[in-house]
C-alpha cells in the first residue's frame, strides 16, 4: 500500500514544481539591480535552474534507491532545505554581489557566477522530491503507466501555474522578496506534510517547520534595493544632491542610471546622452515649437526640459506607468504638460497616425536593448510618422575599439534615411572604454559638426567624420525582424 493516496502525491509535485519556478521567475527580478536585465540575464537563469533541477532529480533517484529509506521523510528533508537556501537567496545574491562581479568582470560569466551562488541550491533541492514522490506512487494500487503519467503532467502542470502565478500576480502584489517567503511557506507546509504522512511529525520537525515559516517573513522583511517594484523594473531614487538646499535626484532602473534632474535647473541634463539628445533636437527641429515623441521616459529629463522651454507638443511612450508615478513622485516632472502614453513605443507609433518633428529613441541601457526598436522594419515605420523635415535621434552605447552595434544601426538606418550621423564626446576614448553616442538621422545634415553644451559641466560634443561612419556601416548588419543580434553587437568583448 502507498503512504499517500495518487491524488495527494499528483498535488504535492504540482505544488513543488509550481513554487520552483516561481523562483527561477523571481531570480530574473532579483538579479536586475546588480547586473540588469538582459538576454544573459534570463539565459544564466534558465541554465542555472535547469542545472540544478537536474542534479536534484539524479540525487533524487539515487535515494530513492537507497535501501530502508522512507521516500517521504526524504522528501520532507529536501523542502526542509529547499526552504532554507530560499529564504537566504536574497541574503546570498547581496552578500556575493560584489565579490563575483569584480572577480569576473566579463558579463557572461559575472552574470552566470551570481546566478550560480544565489540560486543553483533552491533550484537543487527542489528537483530531489520528483523521482522520490514517483516512487511512492509506483507502490500503489493504481496502474505504473497511469501513475507515471499523473506524476510528469503534474510536475508540467505545476511550472505552468507558478509561471502564471509569478508573473501575474506574485511579484506585481507581493514583490520580490514576500513572493520568496511565501515560496518559503510553501516548501515549510510540504515538508509538514511529508513528515506526517511519514509518521515523523515529531516536536523536532514542528519546531523545524515554525522556524522555516519564520525565516521566510524575516527574508520578506529584509532592505529592498528597490523604492518601487513594478510590473517591469526595479525602480530606485537616488539623492545625489550636492547642496542639501537645492535638491538632485538620479532614477536608477534595474541596475543603471536613467537619468539625473536638478529641482532648479529643469534645462540642464546630467548624462552626455540626455545632453546630445536636447541639444540636437533643437539644432534638428524645423521650427520654434517641434512636435516631439519619446521612446521611454527614465525620469522625464528631456519632457521637463522640453515643457520648460515651452514646447506644447510633447508625447511619450513609457511602458511602465509605475516609471511615471516615480517621476512625478521625486522628479519635479509635471504630467500636465506632456501626453504620456503607457505603451510600448512600436505599438503606440503603429496604432497612431500622427506625425511628429522629432523623434528620440532612449532605448539602450547596457546589453538590455529590446530588439524590435532597432531594426530596419522599425526604422521604417519611425520614418512615416515624421514630418517632411524631421529627425529620428537614438542614443547608443558601445565599445570604442569595435562599434560593431553602432555600425549595425547605422547601415540600417541608411536603407531609410538618406543622411546618417553619430555623435559623441569629442574626445579620444580610452582603449576598451564604453562610449555613448547619438545617432541623428533625417532628411538634412546638422547645421553644426561641433556643439558644446552643460552635462552638467560644459562639454563638447562632435559628429564622427564620414570616412570612418562608412566603414563602420560597412563592417555592420543589418538589423531585421529576422535577426537582430543586437544583444551580442553591444555585450562584453570577445
Known amino acids: 500500500m502507498p503512504m499517500a493516496p495518487l491524488w495527494l502525491l499528483v498535488a504535492l509535485q504540482a505544488t513543488v514544481s509550481a513554487a520552483s519556478m516561481v ?3 523571481v531570480a530574473g527580478r532579483m538579479l536586475a539591480p546588480y547586473v540588469g536585465m538582459s538576454l544573459y540575464t534570463w539565459t544564466s537563469v534558465i541554465a542555472v535552474v535547469l542545472a540544478g533541477f537536474s542534479a536534484g532529480h ?5 535515494l530513492a534507491d537507497r535501501p530502508g529509506i522512507n521516500p517521504m521523510a526524504a522528501t520532507g528533508w529536501a523542502l526542509v532545505a529547499a526552504a532554507v537556501t530560499t529564504a537566504l537567496a536574497s541574503v546570498a545574491l547581496r552578500a556575493t554581489a560584489g565579490p563575483i562581479l569584480t572577480a569576473l568582470p566579463q558579463p557572461v560569466w559575472g552574470i552566470t557566477g551570481l546566478t550560480f551562488a544565489a540560486f543553483f541550491l533552491p533550484s537543487l533541492f527542489a528537483g530531489i522530491p520528483a523521482p522520490l514522490l514517483t516512487q511512492v506512487s509506483l507502490a500503489g494500487p493504481a496502474r505504473q503507466g497511469q501513475a507515471l503519467g499523473a506524476m510528469f503532467a503534474s510536475g508540467a502542470i505545476g511550472a505552468i501555474l507558478g509561471t502564471l502565478l509569478a508573473g501575474f500576480v506574485f511579484i506585481s502584489w507581493l514583490g520580490s522578496l514576500w513572493t520568496l517567503a511565501t515560496v518559503t511557506l510553501v516548501y515549510a507546509l510540504g515538508a509538514a506534510l511529508c513528515f506526517a504522512l511519514a509518521r515523523r511529525l515529531r516536536l523536532l520537525h514542528g519546531a523545524i517547520v515554525g522556524g522555516l515559516a519564520a525565516m521566510g517573513v524575516t527574508t520578506a522583511l529584509s532592505d529592498s534595493p528597490c523604492t518601487v517594484e513594478s510590473r517591469y523594473f ?11 538646499a537645492r535638491p538632485t ?3 536608477v532602473i534595474d541596475h543603471l542610471v536613467h537619468g539625473i534632474s536638478a529641482q532648479d535647473a529643469p534645462d540642464v541634463m546630467f548624462t552626455d546622452h540626455a545632453a546630445m539628445l ?3 533636437t533643437q539644432l534638428r527641429a524645423p521650427n520654434a515649437d ?3 515623441f519619446l521612446i521611454g521616459g527614465g525620469n522625464y529629463a528631456l519632457p521637463r526640459a522640453f515643457a520648460d522651454r515651452g514646447r506644447t507638443s510633447i508625447t511619450v511612450a513609457e511602458i511602465d506607468p509605475a516609471v511615471t508615478a516615480l517621476a512625478v513622485q521625486s522628479f519635479w516632472f509635471d504630467p500636465t504638460t506632456t501626453h504620456v502614453l503607457h505603451l510600448d513605443a512600436r ?6 497616425d500622427t506625425t511628429y518633428d522629432v523623434i528620440i529613441g532612449d532605448a539602450f541601457t547596457d546589453t538590455a536593448v529590446p530588439q524590435h526598436l532597432v531594426t530596419q522594419e522599425f526604422f521604417d515605420l519611425v520614418r512615416t510618422r515624421l514630418s517632411s523635415d524631421g529627425s529620428y535621434l537614438m542614443n547608443v552605447i558601445d565599445y570604442a575599439d569595435r562599434m560593431q552595434a553602432v555600425g549595425s ?14 555623435w559623441t564626446e569629442a574626445r579620444r576614448p580610452a582603449p576598451g572604454e564604453r562610449v555613448v553616442t547619438v545617432i541623428a538621422a533625417g532628411r538634412f545634415e546638422t547645421p553644426v559638426d561641433s556643439f558644446t553644451v552643460p552635462a552638467p559641466t560644459r562639454t563638447t560634443f562632435a559628429a564622427l567624420g564620414s570616412g570612418f561612419v562608412d566603414e563602420l556601416a560597412a563592417a555592420g548588419t543589418l538589423l531585421t525582424d529576422d535577426y537582430a543580434p543586437i544583444d551580442r553587437l553591444v555585450g562584453p568583448r570577445d
Not at 236 to 241: E, I, L
Request: glycine residues 6%; proline residues 6%; charged residues 25%.
Open 278 to 280: 536636447d541639444a540636437l
Open 409 to 422: 544601426l547605422v547601415g540600417t538606418l541608411r536603407r531609410v534615411f538618406p543622411v546618417v550621423e553619430v
Open 58 to 62: 539524479w540525487w533524487g533517484g539515487r
Open 249 to 251: 535626484r538620479a532614477m
Open 347 to 352: 505599438r503606440a507609433l503603429l496604432t497612431r
Open 23 to 25: 523562483v527561477e521567475i
Open 290 to 292: 517641434p512636435s516631439s
Open 234 to 244: 526595479c525602480l530606485q531614487t537616488v539623492d545625489v544632491s550636492a547642496d542639501p
